[in-house]
């Protein structure tokens, strides 16, 4: 059965959905898209991923660099699918522009799907935070499109130590 529940967070409330089994949804609750995969068969209640998910969430926002060890199965198209498996490779710390997520997912999927529809996939992430599409960036390291709100991608950032407190850009490496 599906269940949700809210959590809170230092930036705000969250929403999160489960299965009964894996993490299938987590959104601040003001978010563009939000709730966009919320079964409407959920109801409100506990689940097991939801106490592993605290914990993460926990030591995520104290500094630390927890490690997803709890199930996570966000719902979408095989694009989607493609570019949100592509944002859990991107290490804590560390950010990628659209171009290079999209060099990452056109040959999982046999095409560069283009900018809009990588930003459109990235966007509906429905798992905010533990699929980290806040890692995600402009060609030249702008902070552009978050649908938890720049304000928040920059804490997030910050946190993660990828953008500096005077900064609104983060320095991209040149290979």
Request: net charge positive.
């Given at each position: 059965m599906m269940r949700q529940k809210q959590l809170m967070t230092p930036l705000g409330a969250i929403t999160v959905a489960s299965d009964g089994d894996a993490l299938t949804g987590l959104w601040f609750t003001?978010?563009?898209?939000?709730?966009?995969?919320?079964?409407?068969?959920?109801?409100?209640?506990?689940?097991?991923?939801?106490?592993?998910?605290?914990d993460w969430l926990t030591a995520y926002f104290d500094g630390q660099r927890p490690t997803v060890d709890f199930p996570v199965r966000?719902?979408?198209?095989?694009?989607?699918?493609?570019v949100w498996s592509v944002l859990r490779t991107i290490p804590y710390g560390e950010v990628r522009t659209y171009s290079e997520?999209?060099?990452?997912?056109?040959?999982?999927?046999?095409?560069?799907?283009?900018a809009r529809a990588m930003g459109n996939a990235v966007g509906h992430n429905p798992i905010s935070?533990?699929?980290?599409?806040?890692?995600?960036?402009?060609?030249?390291?702008?902070?552009?499109?978050?649908?938890?709100?720049?304000?928040?991608?920059?804490?997030?950032?910050?946190l993660e130590g990828s953008l500096t407190m005077t900064s609104e850009r983060v320095v991209l490496e040149k290979n």
């Open positions: 003001d978010q563009r898209y939000y709730g966009s995969t919320l079964s409407t068969g959920t109801s409100l209640g506990d689940a097991p991923v939801f106490s592993a998910l605290a966000p719902t979408g198209t095989v694009l989607r699918q493609a997520l999209a060099t990452l997912v056109t040959p999982m999927i046999g095409h560069n799907p283009g935070l533990v699929i980290p599409c806040h890692r995600i960036v402009g060609q030249t390291g702008d902070l552009v499109g978050y649908a938890g709100g720049l304000t928040r991608k920059k804490s997030l950032l910050r």
